[in-house]
């Protein structure tokens, strides 16, 4: 005797989280069977694997009734077919929304296309995540994508709307549309110590301060990009290495500073004009798409490394940071202040948080 | 034109896409009622449109207004071809159409396609004016309320019950007339929706008209059945018990919080009444007649079959004067009605005097076309035919009204097996009189006041035989205990209508009782019941040969007897495996199908004080001197006897041990071993007419003669109890379980089997069967394993035979938690808090202008209680009072104790659970110092509730969702609140379709989907009238095909139950006065929409 058809339905919909998250992780029914069986249910509570089966095929369908409706998580809200408590309503949001950060870290600066998806299979084989998973998340990806990318304010706040997510995961997801967005490389060998959270916060810190957002929440632009105007500037910072006069007096200031306060005071003395070179240039050269690719290879390569292989601390480097950036202001010839620190803070941030192995 | 509907539509959201290029759809709204149409302007290209029309007015006739439902279909406009239908929203206006329901209808409803399902909401307000007909010989029949619920719905009081009501109207189904062969699925589906809309809309009128003639205002237990006979037509049929009531007006006076909670209690089933004393006489089991009449002309004529006995037979001879007397005054209160049926289960106190045993009849009819829909003669004649022969089945079980009554029909083809069952019983005459009885109905727990007064009058009179007169005089002409009554033999001893082992009632030992109870309603509130219930189902299958019209006809009526036969011994041996002696609920239903017959009989199974204990089970083989098979019978007899001492401690059945002596029932008692020996044609005095029963063997001796009756020992063994934590029932309570928690979950199940082809015998397809239903079960116990402790209530199985070789099984039910550590707790929490109470049960009183409110009351209202709880757990007076006091030893305090517990009722609460452990002990401390106090814990279960509930105050209720929650429940209350409010009956009839059954995940898929659906637009329309739950749902029917080869499935499902308005106890007692103005406008979601 075969069941040819078996469905539970319940007045408040019965969701289950460990098959819930089954299904999230791309399981197919017989997988999940045999993973809850492995996880020792059959013997808390004395059933058959019959039962199992059933009771699995039961919340998959479910599951794929409500996946409609998490594609837009406002609707869930509204909808009328399930009735479900608010708390399990944003639990199934969260759930599904949440993403493995080795696969986003695969995904970052990469453009959110079919091509992107094809190559799905080899992202999932590199990380481990089944390829369902992945299509989920890039597809989740993909959503939050379209439906913030034409939208003004900050990102953040749009998604977090939208999706009804919880703020520091709809913050995750603002940093890949906004990598999506500018496409920066991340995919080079020597970027490869830096985890999605640390490209994250970047892409944090540069919404906060470099997009039109950061100034003013009308401001007509979409929040993805980074003004024209504003990289247009940057060009102006250039004038601290290129005038002689201004790279000395600046290293002067910061030498003065930092004297007897960090370890590395002597090797910071020799390469200071390099790296006050490539700190300004990083900043000079965004306004080509080219380069912009190259923002965080610039910064790794130029400053990172060189820094690292001679042992900076963290702490020196946040110190000597902090002086490069304050510096200016005592020059007399400079007079873009405000740009210099807006496009400081970042990078300063940027460093910080990528400084280690 | 005494009524003018208004509609207003105000907007829609998430419609689907109608328009592939721009994505989006060019929306507007047909508003149709009767013959007249509006429309609303387009409004273009949105998915979200704000229509927000001019209110649309149609003037009617109040009877169209009953008939007609409110049609609303969203379109997609087209410029260049036919408009496009969205979907389609029908409204019942009926609850609008009396004066205590709903004042308007607003909200958002699913939009529904039957091809498609739902496809967007829409947001519509819609209003009644009615003007004041006073045409008499109106055809219409505004006013009279209707209630799915099978008992005197909450908030109101029957003043009189006026007794049976039923319709039926007839039509041609639109699916089998000539013009479906040319329109689309969709236009036919429709057709047929509307089609049904209007006839049950037709019905309910009807029923209302008959109701305003008996003088009555509201129909109860009203259940509305479809008959899908196929080619010969469409019947839509509906039963129901007409009732005068009172609206409890003063729903404020409740309100301050001693007094509300115990209000509550006589509200939730739940409560059962402490024991009180037991005296008097006898009752009987099962009384079943299969009779098969064919079309007119063709008739076979089973002879009546009566269960565990014999004769059918003339009713016995009157036996006391007492009895005399009381079927006097019953008959003429009874006399004048055709039909003295009642479709309720659960009544006041003091309404069934005697229950006789269960009644069913059963006929064989051959389809023919319906030739003329205006004369429906011939379906209303063949359930006269039945009817009547429920009747006289009562009347031979000396009763004369018929209770828990119900009918059913199961078609396939063109043969029809008509079913009608219930439960012969004596009733209160004075309840069924006009006017003399005011404010004797209360509600149908009234168990406070009524119930207080009631039980302990008849303490006393239980004490002191003396004081019968007075009772006499007083109405109840034979003061039959509450806690016992009922189950007292209503026919004559010396001329049974069949042989049935009497004894003297257990619990008063003045009257008579049979050792085993069958009936089809719920469990008395006053019963006295030791230990818990559970659900017990006897399930077979019988083969068939195919065949046509009379010959298959004839066929299924030799095999019904056989059928009932068996279906009532699998319930006997259940039963007895599980150590109880009594059914309650019991509902048989035999299904037809092409090439076989099944039949589904499921019942609670409770331990009543008053019955007998029962005997065990004795299995017997047949070549007795076969040394191995001697060894393999001792072995099974073991597993048996085993198993029964395992469902006692399971269900906690310790009946208090009767010491022979002082029993001193003049008739002896025998000893459980020598009874089982005993076979029944020695002790009973057979009848003259056809007895398939058990004949010389005793029920309770299985003989082990061929394989089959080693199956069906085997059989008997498998049903494996529920996992620990589970309970199950298909009654409204579950005795023995009474603290219930408010969580809630009601669920519908359907599984559709394929058996396999090969071999098919009755043994294998009995086996399926009965896996088939217990890994449902199993199924159900490991979903719901999260609401551990908790209990299925209102388990209800459907089979249907869909096909050949499919079987379809259907179950609703609803999971409720309870609190098991306050369950530990019954017995303290109603000592300590019954001083306090004492105040407020008389205050109740003074609104129960009972008969009974004698002065002992008044000034003491406990004293009398206890001494009939005394009596209760004694058996015999005083003597036994004594030996009670006397012994305080451990042995008595399980014995005495497990009764108590049985029947207490303690709602409290979480707050209690850190205490529990502290308060097991001081409980332990009491119990011991207060040696015979026992009884005073269960006397005043009243109060419990309200202390529990006081406690509850901070259930979290899930309110911050945009969509407001509506709870469900096949219950007829809820669990911790309190309904305030009735607002109509929603009776909803949907057909979904799909010719793309594989995309949409196949059958599974299809039906999931579509019975999420019909939830959802149930929520939709209780929260558009203003309520928050369905009480008393029932999902009617599910008749799903498929045919997986063109990739098609159809379904059709029917449900209904009453819309209500319901406030968390804990809520009510933090409002102020007036509760009802504040729940009054919950949840109406379009509320930016005022006239």
Request: hydrophobic share 30%; glycine share 4%.
């Given at each position: 005797m075969t069941s040819d058809l078996d469905i539970f339905v319940g007045n408040t919909t019965l969701i289950d989280e460990e098959v819930y998250q089954l299904w999230l992780d791309g399981h197919s029914v017989a997988e999940a069977v045999a993973r809850r069986l492995r996880g020792g249910v059959l013997e808390r509570a004395g059933t058959s694997v019959a039962v199992l089966q059933s009771d699995t095929r039961d919340h998959y369908r479910t599951f794929q009734m409500l996946e409609r409706l998490l594609h837009a998580p406002p609707r869930l809200l509204q909808q009328l077919l399930f009735q479900i408590p608010p708390s399990r309503q944003a639990m199934l949001v969260q759930r599904y929304y949440a993403f493995e950060e080795s696969f986003a870290r695969e995904l970052l600066g990469k453009k959110l296309s079919k091509g992107t998806k094809k190559d799905l299979d080899e992202i999932s084989a590199r990380t481990g995540v089944s390829i369902k998973s992945c299509r989920r998340q890039f597809d989740n990806f993909k959503r939050v994508f379209k439906a913030v990318e034409e939208l003004r304010g900050p990102l953040a706040d749009n998604i977090q709307q939208l999706f009804l997510l919880p703020p520091p995961l709809a913050r995750d997801y603002a940093a890949v549309v906004f990598f999506a967005n500018s496409r920066f490389e991340t995919g080079k060998r020597r970027l490869q110590f830096l985890t999605f959270g640390d490209f994250a916060a970047c892409a944090q810190h540069m919404m906060l301060h470099w997009t039109q957002g950061a100034l003013a929440p009308e401001a007509a632009e979409p929040d993805g990009d980074v003004p024209k105007s504003f990289l247009q500037d940057l060009k102006e910072l250039k004038v601290l290495v290129a005038d002689k006069d201004l790279l000395d007096l600046h290293k002067s200031l910061v030498c003065t500073a930092l004297r007897g306060k960090i370890s590395v005071y002597n090797e910071m003395e020799a390469n200071f004009k390099p790296l006050s070179r490539a700190l300004v240039n990083v900043g000079g050269k965004l306004t080509h798409a080219r380069d912009v690719r190259d923002f965080f290879v610039d910064l790794v390569e130029k400053v990172i490394e060189p820094c690292r292989s001679d042992k900076w601390s963290p702490a020196d480097l946040r110190l000597f940071l902090g002086h490069y950036t304050a510096a200016p202001r005592a020059l007399p010839a400079f007079r873009h202040q405000a740009l210099w620190e807006r496009y400081m803070a970042v990078i300063t941030a940027c460093l910080l948080r990528m400084y280690h192995d | 034109m005494p009524g003018k509907l208004k509609v207003k539509i105000v907007a829609g959201r998430h419609l689907p896409v109608m328009d592939r290029a721009s994505d989006l759809t060019d929306a507007f709204v047909e508003v149709k009622f009767g013959n007249t149409t509006f429309k609303t302007d387009v409004y273009p290209k949105s998915l979200n449109p704000q229509w927000n029309s001019e209110w649309f007015k149609f003037e009617v006739d109040d009877e169209e207004l009953q008939d007609e439902p409110l049609q609303i279909t969203v379109l997609d406009h087209d410029t260049y071809s036919a408009n496009d239908a969205i979907g389609k929203v029908y409204i019942d206006i009926d609850p609008l159409l009396y004066s205590e329901a709903a004042t308007v209808i607003s909200g958002w409803f699913p939009i529904y396609d039957t091809i498609h399902g739902i496809r967007g909401e829409i947001n519509v307000v819609v209003k009644v004016d009615l003007f004041n007909d006073l045409n008499?010989?109106?055809?219409?029949?505004?006013?009279?309320?209707?209630?799915?619920?099978?008992?005197?719905?909450?908030?109101?009081?029957?003043?009189?019950?006026?007794?049976?009501?039923?319709?039926?109207?007839?039509?041609?189904?639109?699916?089998?007339?000539?013009?479906?062969?040319?329109?689309?699925?969709?236009?036919?589906?429709?057709?047929?929706?509307?089609?049904?809309?209007?006839?049950?809309?037709?019905?309910?009128?009807?029923?209302g008209l008959k109701v305003l003639e008996m003088r009555g205002n509201a129909v109860v237990g009203y259940l509305q059945c479809f008959d899908l006979e196929g080619e010969s037509g469409l019947v839509v049929r509906a039963i129901g018990t007409a009732c005068t009531l009172d609206k409890l007006s003063n729903t404020s006076a409740f309100l301050p919080?001693?007094?509300?909670?115990?209000?509550?209690?006589?509200?939730?089933?739940?409560?059962?009444?402490?024991?009180?004393?037991?005296?008097?006489?006898?009752?009987?089991?099962?009384?079943?007649?299969?009779?098969?009449?064919?079309?007119?002309?063709?008739?076979?004529?089973?002879?009546?079959?009566?269960?565990?006995?014999?004769?059918?037979?003339?009713?016995?001879?009157?036996?006391?004067?007492?009895?005399?007397?009381?079927?006097?005054?019953?008959?003429?209160?009874?006399?004048?009605?055709?039909?003295?049926?009642?479709?309720?289960?659960?009544?006041?106190?003091?309404?069934?005097?005697?229950?006789?045993g269960v009644v069913s009849a059963r006929s064989v009819k051959l389809l023919d076309r319906i030739h003329n829909p205006d004369e429906p003669e011939t379906r209303d004649a063949w359930w006269a035919e039945i009817r009547q022969e429920i009747k006289s089945h009562a009347k031979a079980l000396g009763c004369h009204a018929v209770v828990g009554y119900s009918e059913s029909t199961s078609i396939c083809e063109e043969v029809c097996i008509l079913s009608a069952s219930g439960t012969a019983a004596v009733l209160n005459p004075r309840f069924l009189q006009d006017g003399t009885m005011e404010g004797c109905l209360e509600q149908r727990l009234s168990w406070q006041p009524g119930f207080f007064s009631i039980g302990s009058e008849k303490g006393e009179v239980d004490f002191f035989p003396q004081s019968q007169d007075s009772s006499s005089l007083l109405g109840i002409e034979e003061a039959s205990p509450p806690g016992c009554g009922f189950c007292h033999i209503p026919y004559d001893e010396l001329n049974m209508p069949f042989p049935a082992h009497l004894t003297y009632c257990y619990n008063c030992r003045k009257q008579k009782v049979p050792d085993v109870l069958f009936t089809t309603i719920d469990l008395p509130v006053e019963a006295i019941v030791i230990g818990k219930g559970c659900l017990i189902q006897a399930r077979l299958c019988r083969l068939k040969k195919k065949a046509q019209a009379e010959a298959n006809a004839t066929s299924i009526s030799n095999l019904l007897p056989f059928m009932e036969y068996e279906v009532h011994t699998q319930l006997m041996n259940k039963l007895k495996l599980r150590g109880m002696n009594a059914l309650f609920g019991l509902r048989i239903q035999i299904t037809v199908g092409e090439n076989m017959l099944m039949g589904l009989a499921s019942a609670t199974g409770v331990y009543l004080a008053a019955l007998p204990t029962p005997g065990g089970i004795q299995i017997a083989g047949k070549t007795p001197?076969?040394?191995?098979?001697?060894?393999?019978?001792?072995?099974?007899?073991?597993?048996?006897?085993?198993?029964?001492?395992?469902?006692?401690?399971?269900?906690?059945?310790?009946?208090?041990?009767?010491?022979?002596?002082?029993?001193?029932?003049?008739?002896?008692?025998?000893?459980?071993?020598?009874?089982?020996?005993?076979?029944?044609?020695?002790?009973?005095?057979?009848?003259?007419?056809?007895?398939?029963?058990?004949?010389?063997?005793?029920?309770?001796?299985?003989?082990?003669?061929?394989?089959?009756?080693?199956?069906?020992?085997?059989?008997?063994?498998?049903?494996?109890?529920?996992?620990?934590?589970?309970?199950?029932?298909?009654?409204?309570?579950?005795?023995?379980?009474?603290?219930?928690?408010?969580?809630?979950?009601?669920?519908?199940?359907?599984?559709?089997?394929?058996?396999?082809?090969?071999?098919?015998?009755?043994?294998?397809?009995?086996?399926?069967?009965?896996?088939?239903?217990?890994?449902?079960?199993?199924?159900?116990?490991?979903?719901?394993?999260?609401?551990?402790?908790?209990?299925?209530?209102?388990?209800?199985?459907?089979?249907?035979?869909?096909?050949?070789?499919?079987?379809?099984?259907?179950?609703?039910?609803?999971?409720?938690?309870?609190?098991?550590?306050?369950?530990?707790?019954?017995?303290?929490?109603?000592?300590?808090?019954?001083?306090?109470?004492?105040?407020?049960?008389?205050?109740?009183?003074?609104?129960?202008?009972?008969?009974?409110?004698?002065?002992?009351?008044?000034?003491?209202?406990?004293?009398?209680?206890?001494?009939?709880?005394?009596?209760?757990?004694?058996?015999?007076?005083?003597?036994?009072?004594?030996?009670?006091?006397?012994?305080?030893?451990?042995?008595?305090?399980t014995a005495g104790t497990s009764p108590e517990i049985a029947t207490s009722i303690d709602y409290s609460s979480f707050a209690d659970r850190c205490n529990s452990w502290i308060e097991l002990i001081k409980l332990k401390a009491q119990t011991i110092r207060r040696g015979s106090i026992k009884t005073t814990a269960s006397l005043d279960k009243a109060s419990p509730l309200a202390e529990g509930y006081l406690r509850h105050r901070s259930v979290p209720s899930c309110t911050n969702s945009t969509v407001s929650v509506v709870k469900m429940t096949p219950l007829s209350f809820l669990p911790g609140a309190k309904i305030t409010k009735y607002l109509g009956i929603i009776n909803m009839f949907f057909i979904r379709e799909t010719t793309s059954l594989r995309e949409e995940g196949g059958v599974s898929g299809f039906l999931h989907a579509f019975i999420a659906e019909v939830f959802a637009m149930v929520r939709a329309h209780v929260a558009a009238l203003g309520g928050n739950a369905v009480v008393s749902y029932i999902m009617k029917q599910c008749v799903f095909m498929e045919n997986p080869n063109k990739n098609q499935a159809q379904c059709l499902i029917n449900v209904s139950g009453d819309a209500v308005i319901f406030v968390r106890e804990s809520e009510l007692e933090m409002l102020p006065v007036q509760p009802s103005t504040v729940v009054s406008q919950p949840t109406s979601s379009g509320g930016d929409v005022t006239t």
């Open positions: - | 008499r010989f109106r055809q219409s029949s505004c006013g009279v309320k209707f209630f799915c619920t099978t008992s005197i719905p909450k908030c109101y009081r029957a003043v009189i019950i006026h007794g049976f009501v039923e319709e039926l109207v007839v039509n041609e189904d639109p699916e089998y007339q000539w013009i479906d062969r040319i329109r689309t699925p969709r236009a036919s589906n429709e057709a047929r929706q509307r089609l049904i809309s209007l006839m049950s809309g037709e019905l309910q009128r009807k029923i919080a001693c007094n509300s909670p115990s209000k509550e209690m006589k509200e939730s089933p739940l409560v059962h009444p402490p024991s009180h004393g037991c005296r008097s006489t006898h009752n009987s089991p099962i009384h079943t007649a299969t009779g098969s009449r064919l079309t007119q002309n063709f008739s076979v004529s089973v002879p009546t079959l009566i269960y565990t006995g014999m004769g059918s037979g003339s009713a016995g001879k009157e036996g006391g004067p007492f009895k005399t007397l009381l079927r006097q005054q019953t008959q003429s209160a009874l006399e004048q009605r055709e039909f003295p049926f009642f479709t309720l289960t659960t009544f006041p106190p003091g309404f069934l005097v005697h229950v006789g001197n076969d040394g191995t098979y001697e060894q393999h019978i001792s072995h099974m007899q073991k597993k048996i006897n085993d198993t029964i001492a395992k469902n006692k401690e399971l269900y906690e059945i310790n009946p208090p041990e009767l010491p022979e002596e002082i029993i001193g029932s003049p008739i002896p008692e025998p000893r459980q071993r020598s009874r089982l020996l005993r076979s029944q044609s020695e002790s009973s005095d057979e009848v003259t007419e056809l007895d398939l029963s058990h004949g010389k063997k005793d029920a309770f001796v299985l003989e082990i003669d061929d394989t089959d009756a080693m199956e069906d020992v085997h059989s008997l063994l498998t049903d494996v109890p529920p996992p620990s934590g589970f309970y199950s029932c298909n009654t409204e309570i579950m005795p023995g379980i009474n603290n219930w928690t408010p969580e809630i979950q009601m669920f519908t199940a359907v599984r559709v089997s394929r058996l396999s082809n090969i071999n098919l015998t009755n043994q294998t397809l009995n086996k399926n069967f009965n896996d088939l239903c217990e890994n449902l079960l199993k199924s159900l116990y490991f979903k719901l394993r999260s609401m551990v402790p908790c209990c299925l209530c209102h388990v209800n199985f459907t089979v249907a035979l869909p096909e050949d070789e499919l079987v379809q099984i259907a179950v609703t039910a609803v999971a409720i938690t309870f609190d098991k550590n306050q369950a530990l707790q019954a017995n303290k929490a109603p000592t300590e808090k019954s001083q306090q109470r004492a105040s407020t049960d008389n205050e109740d009183q003074l609104q129960f202008p009972l008969e009974l409110c004698s002065d002992p009351l008044a000034s003491q209202p406990f004293p009398p209680a206890k001494e009939v709880l005394e009596g209760a757990s004694s058996h015999t007076g005083i003597p036994a009072a004594q030996r009670v006091m006397k012994s305080q030893s451990g042995s008595w305090f």
